[in-house]
């Protein structure tokens, strides 16, 4: 080994291998100063050199090579001359390339949106026969939710389901009011159900009930003094990162923060939405920014209206007051994963004539969907109008991947058109994809980040489940390929069952209302106790009472002769209940004309002829004097 190599690395001479083998070693201040040497020495060169033709070669004319500094300076020069070249095209082949590349650019964009879209195959689950009016999942992917104006409210799970598609749970919550909403926390251990009522509802896993927030006093005029909603709710959702802390909207124009801990007794914090004037506007949807440091709430006067989380709710920090045109609602709010943006989708108003004509129909309104920038809220960067929706809970949302703009539209009340599903590019607001249903609106829609599949909600009851076999993960894949339980046929069963309903142990119906199907050994012993128990001794029953009766049992009518005669007596001139009393007393008066028996004889020598007053005199009011109390007595001098 040479000493060079030794001096350098001392430790090799130990080493049995890799023992030439030493680190590159690097001294950045040399490295710096011979980089700073070369940079001025090309500048130097290039402003002296004279131009060089684009066409020049790495060879001279006399076929002699170019030396190494000569091969860099016109190696140099070329593609400084092509960078030029470049930048300075003429005019005919540059709008020829503008045209290619913007051709270009725009179908690769398109391409690109929908191989993002997970909608190469779909599945059609049935939620009822009324419209899905709130759609939920949660965040692991795993369970969701569904509301309709049936009011019932389904659960289901996709491990638990089979190529059938049924939900595992059925439940009405609010009783007969509409479902609004259906949230998820960022947990999935609770969920928020929004109706009609003017209570909200929070529901655990598996639907039972863990909470029911207070309802406020309708007769108290200012809405910050009640403790709870006053009118029906039209929205609500979880804060995105507290689990314990849900937002409402009602008709009473308040938006309202609850605790989940305090939800029984009293809200968190009161907003009361305002119009431009000062009155009351109501708010018809809401919802949290995705780091939650904003409430925003979109309201029926066309205006959104948003606050600091945390801060005095008195002073909005984000008002655009003509959003949307005044009395179309906002039927949702969305924002960005980024957050740097968010969705606003308002509808069109319809008017119900019942007594002119039996229709409905659209009246001339809003019907948009707008991009807005939160830092600069003036104007809304993109605008999609002609968008139908007659339902007051129309969806809007991004992608996960904050590259798209999803809603939907509603077929016209005409049966002419068809409601979509509509995906726009976030940048340029240009229509990707369209999914058409004949006859058919969509109200609600999901797209999962997880799993990447797309829910969408349809009047009709149906709910359309898309995913992709490349994009998407477990969720329907889990189910289409899980075969159907074979339910067994009545007629196949060749052992005759006996079945006896009263010797069966008594079923155990738990607090949620739900029935036990495992019992505890205590339970089972305690049945059967209850079965083996000895039976009641019985006794002979009493004999009937002869005679007028003992021990305070009475005899039967008639067993006496005394109790004989009155009953008969009694049944002989008994008179009939629905005989009018004048009429039967004057059944008698012809009879006691002719032959009187009690007043007449009496008056028969002084007063033969009955005389009657004429005229009755009137109550004068000294004959009360004796009657009234002392304290009212007149006095002689006051007479």
């Not at 000062?278 to 904003?294: F, I």
């Not at 990707?432 to 969509?442: G, K, L």
Request: net charge negative; proline share 5%; charged share 25%.
């Amino acid at each position: 080994m040479d000493d060079s190599v030794a001096d350098q690395c001392p430790d090799s001479l130990h080493s049995n291998a890799n023992a030439s083998k030493c680190s590159r070693k690097f001294d950045f201040e040399t490295m710096l100063t011979e980089s700073l040497r070369l940079a001025a020495e090309r500048r130097e060169h290039h402003k002296s050199s004279p131009d060089i033709s684009p066409s020049t070669s790495t060879t001279s004319i006399s076929g002699e090579d170019i030396s190494p500094k000569a091969q860099s300076q016109v190696d140099y020069c070329n593609e400084n001359d092509f960078q030029l070249s470049r930048a300075s095209p003429s005019k005919d082949d540059s709008e020829g390339s503008d045209d290619n590349d913007s051709g270009l650019d725009e179908e690769s964009d398109v391409e690109n949106g929908m191989k993002a879209i997970p909608i190469s195959h779909e599945v059609m689950l049935s939620h009822g026969e009324k419209p899905v009016s709130a759609l939920g999942v949660d965040p692991s992917g795993a369970r969701w939710a569904s509301g309709g104006f049936d009011y019932a409210l389904k659960l289901w799970d996709f491990g638990g389901m089979d190529a059938s598609m049924n939900s595992f749970r059925s439940l009405t919550p609010c009783e007969c009011h509409v479902m609004k909403s259906v949230q998820f926390n960022h947990t999935g251990e609770a969920i928020l159900v929004i109706s009609g009522r003017a209570q909200a509802k929070v529901l655990d896993r598996d639907g039972r009930e863990l909470l029911e927030c207070v309802k406020g006093d309708q007769y108290i005029v200012d809405m910050s003094r009640t403790k709870g909603h006053t009118a029906q709710l039209n929205d609500g959702c979880w804060h995105p990162s507290d689990r314990n802390e849900f937002l409402t909207c009602a008709d009473d124009g308040t938006v309202r923060l609850w605790d989940y801990y305090t939800a029984k007794k009293v809200h968190k914090a009161v907003i009361k939405t305002k119009t431009s004037s000062g009155m009351r506007a109501v708010p018809t949807s809401c919802a949290y920014s995705r780091d939650g440091k904003l409430i925003a709430a979109g309201c029926a006067d066309g205006s959104l209206q948003m606050w600091r989380h945390g801060k005095l709710y008195v002073n909005t920090s984000i008002l655009v007051r003509n959003a949307h045109t005044p009395g179309c609602d906002i039927s949702c709010l969305s924002f960005s994963y980024d957050n740097n943006n968010f969705l606003s989708r308002s509808r069109k108003p319809v008017v119900v004539l019942t007594k002119i004509v039996a229709f409905i129909f659209v009246a001339p309104g809003d019907g948009t969907m707008k991009l807005w920038d939160l830092r600069k809220t003036k104007e809304p960067i993109h605008v999609v109008e002609n968008l139908e929706a007659i339902f007051p809970h129309t969806d809007c949302l991004f992608s996960p991947k904050d590259d798209l703009c999803v809603t939907g539209t509603s077929a016209k009340m005409d049966g002419h058109s068809v409601g979509s599903l509509l995906f726009f590019d976030r940048n340029s607001f240009e229509k990707i994809y369209e999914i058409d249903f004949p006859s058919d609106s969509v109200v609600r829609m999901a797209w999962h980040p997880r799993i990447n599949q797309i829910f969408c909600g349809m009047s009709s009851g149906s709910i359309h489940l898309y995913y992709s076999t490349e994009q998407s993960a477990r969720g329907a894949l889990m189910c289409v390929s899980k075969p159907t339980k074979r339910v067994r046929p009545k007629d196949v069963a060749h052992t005759q069952f006996i079945i006896a309903p009263y010797s069966l142990p008594p079923r155990k119906v738990g607090r949620d209302g739900f029935e036990k199907e495992h019992y505890t050994l205590r339970q089972m012993l305690r049945a059967v106790r209850y079965q083996n128990r000895p039976p009641p001794k019985s006794r002979v029953p009493e004999l009937p009472v002869s005679g007028p009766g003992e021990r305070g049992r009475l005899g039967a009518a008639g067993s006496t002769l005394h109790s004989f005669v009155a009953r008969q007596l009694g049944l002989s001139k008994k008179d009939d209940d629905d005989l009018n009393p004048r009429e039967a007393i004057l059944r008698h008066a012809k009879a006691a004309e002719e032959d009187p028996y009690w007043v007449a004889p009496a008056y028969k020598r002084t007063q033969p002829q009955t005389i009657l007053a004429q005229n009755v005199e009137d109550k004068h009011d000294d004959d009360n004097d004796e009657l009234e109390p002392v304290y009212k007595q007149r006095r002689d001098d006051a007479k």
